[in-house]
Structure formats: structure tokens, C-alpha cells
């Protein structure tokens, strides 16, 4: 009897202390969801001034935590603008649609709060541009191109609960402005996309 009663008090404590540590462990896992603006900046050359109609797209993402301060972030994107390409020769639009995967080491900066949780990011990976040959939207011989792009930026996230997040985020795309295989639209020049986004994030 008094070995059930001690036995009974060792295995009451020992599942008080494993519920207690499961209540005390962090999410390692997430995936999300963000709305996107797409924000191009022009590019001009003594062969053609381009500029990229602004647009919005989606965003989304599944990220793993090694630990408090280090991640892991694999992230697809979509969104439709309009490079609008002129010249001396030459004006042509390009519609097409663009298709976004990048891979970025996430840091968690350490002035976090209970519920407020910053973080940088960068990384690499690749646009890939896809004409849409709508009639009078893209110059005939357009084709789809990828370009390399390196990605930074930042964010912060709001716990609402204990899986559920609130993310504001800013991502910058450094890449190769494409000329989707047309020799009048090749310039070689090198742009930057600003994509602010705002979305929901679920922890696992």
C-alpha cells in the first residue's frame, strides 16, 4: 500500500513535470499566408528606360526554428505587372505573370517582447517570368525567363495566441531585369523590388 501511495506521488509529479514542459516549448514549425504589394524601381540605360507597373500578389511560406534565435525560411510568391520598355527604336509592355521561391536564414532579434517578435532575413533564390501573351499586352517573341535574385529584409510578429501570428514583413528582391529572350528589350541593367506584406501565420 505504501508503495502504491509513493509510486502514485513519483508518476503525479513526473507527469506534472512533462505537462509543464510542453506547456514551456515554442512552436518550431509555421506556415503563412501574406497579401504582397510589388513595388519595382525603374532602370534607364542609354539603350532603353524600363519601368515596372506596381501591382500586388500573395505570398507564402513555411518556416523552421532551430532554435530562439535561428531559422530556416522557404517562401513562394506570385503577383502580374508590366515592364514597360522604351527606346529610341523601340516601345513595347511586357505583361507577364511572376513567380517568386527563395530560401532565407531567419535571425530573431533579441528585443523581443511577450508577444512582439522582430526578425531579419536574407537569402536567395530565383523569379521566374511567364508572359501572359494577352493580345496587345506583351511585344510578339516574349518568352518566359528566370533571373537569380538575393533577397533581404525584416519583419516582426504579433502572438495573438499561442499558434496563430499577425506578421507585417518587408522583403527586397535584388535581380536582373529580365528581356524575356527579345534582343531590343536587353539592357543589362540591375533592379530592385520592394514587397511589403501583411498576413496571418500558423505555429505547429
Known sequence: MKFRSIAA???GVF???I???RADERSTQEIGVQGTGFFTKDSSSNVVNQHTTNSGGFLVSYRYHFNRWFAADVS???NRDTQQNISSTVSAN????VHQTTV???VNLPWRTARFNPYVLAGTGALVFAPTQAAGATVTGAGNQAKATFVYGGG???DYTKHFTFRLEYR???YGRPDFGVNALRSGLTTNTAQPSAGVIYRF
Open 94 to 97: 511586357v505583361q507577364s505573370n
Open 76 to 78: 513562394y510568391g506570385w
Open 9 to 11: 506521488i513519483v508518476f
Open 15 to 17: 507527469f506534472m513535470f
Open 104 to 106: 532565407a536564414a531567419v
Open 19 to 21: 505537462a509543464g514542459a
Open 172 to 174: 527586397g528582391l535584388v
Open 156 to 158: 516582426v510578429d504579433y
